[in-house]
């Protein structure tokens, strides 16, 4: 049987803030890493942030992740048979100016371009893992949904022709959505060698991998709870539920680890506001109490709304989910840090 050391795990998207996760969990695991990024600058920040892991991590340059034929050195430069894949590259910011060029078709044809690539250089690979998102499995037509558990069985409703000209968040909900579809379609029709695992997570918050990134270049979903601080209000619920980078990289490595995970989609998050997030940060960090909006004290654990399932997830990684106290805590704990 084959150990970790001699396996390769080719992690697309390798710099941005959930993959850095992923990362570091192979890599701490024993597991060779091949990653992938989008310009020489960010491999070489790669780089830097795993120096002690050299002999351990390849870094590849994948300008277009659209181009299946791009790929091909990530596979070739391994130093070890690359056995699975996880793909986590993939559009995420809303500075979207039409939605058909900038969001559904980088979203659909790049995670079809990875499945493609596995399969013409990827021969050893056995197993992938897609990073998906809750966002293509609610309906947000349906609004706080009281009483509603969401599963691996929904989908959101959202087709092409609609997001083409929706606004923002149920455009970027059908490209998740879309994206996704294309990937089992392609794994169906096309009889590969490989599985296919894809997961699911809401808003993922939690500290970042390596330290503070600056706070003028936040990543979306930490950017949204970074501006609880110093706001004069508190925003209304969005997505009801978050998730902790910690545990969504966990479940990434874990789905290559355990085989009944392949065929399967995992939702992994709970229940979460912005009320939530400033009741917790007010009680946890001294320091922000004074700079955090009061808002409702305890008006989001009274709010009625839907959940998700979360008992597939937590049987793949083995232990509960980090609760979102601590996800919330470890994130702006960190933020302060940052210049």
């Not at 009061?294 to 998700?308: D, M, R």
């Not at 232990?319 to 960190?334: E, H, K, S």
Request: charged share 20%.
């Amino acid at each position: 049987m084959a150990t970790k050391g001699d396996q390769t795990i080719l992690v697309t998207g390798a710099n941005s803030f959930i993959a850095g996760h992923i990362v570091a969990q192979a890599l701490a695991k024993g597991y060779k890493v091949s990653g992938t990024v989008r310009s020489e600058e960010a491999a070489n920040k790669v780089r830097k942030a795993f120096d002690k892991y050299q002999s351990q991590l390849r870094i590849s340059i994948v300008a277009d992740i659209k181009k299946p034929e791009l790929y091909e050195s990530a596979f070739a430069s391994a130093s070890a048979p690359v056995t699975a894949v996880i793909h986590t590259a993939s559009p995420f910011t809303f500075a979207i100016k039409d939605n058909e060029t900038d969001l559904l078709k980088p979203a659909i044809e790049g995670s079809t371009a990875i499945l493609k690539a596995v399969k013409q250089y990827g021969g050893s690979v056995r197993h992938v893992v897609s990073t998906s998102s809750f966002a293509g499995v609610a309906d947000l037509t349906q609004g706080l949904r009281p009483g509603y558990t969401y599963t691996d069985k929904d989908w959101a409703p959202f087709t092409y022709e609609f997001a083409k000209d929706a606004d923002i968040v149920p455009a970027y909900g059908a490209s998740k959505a879309l994206a996704e579809k294309a990937m089992w379609e392609f794994v169906e029709k096309e009889q590969v060698a490989f599985t296919l695992t894809t997961i699911n997570p809401p808003w993922v918050f939690g500290p970042h991998q390596g330290g503070p990134p600056p706070l003028a270049n936040l990543n979306v979903s930490t950017g949204m709870l970074w501006r609880l601080v110093d706001s004069p209000e508190v925003p209304p619920p969005d997505f009801l539920s978050c998730a902790d980078v910690r545990d969504v990289a966990a479940a990434h490595i874990a789905a290559i680890e355990k085989a009944d995970a392949a065929g399967k989609r995992f939702l992994i998050g709970s229940k979460f506001t912005y009320q939530d997030a400033v009741d917790i940060a007010r009680e946890t960090i001294v320091s922000l109490r004074d700079r955090l909006p009061k808002g409702t004290p305890g008006a989001g654990k009274e709010l009625e709304t839907y959940t998700l399932d979360k008992t597939q997830v937590e049987g793949l990684l083995g232990r509960a989910l980090t609760p979102v106290a601590t996800t919330i805590t470890d994130t702006l704990t960190q933020l302060l840090e940052a210049k």
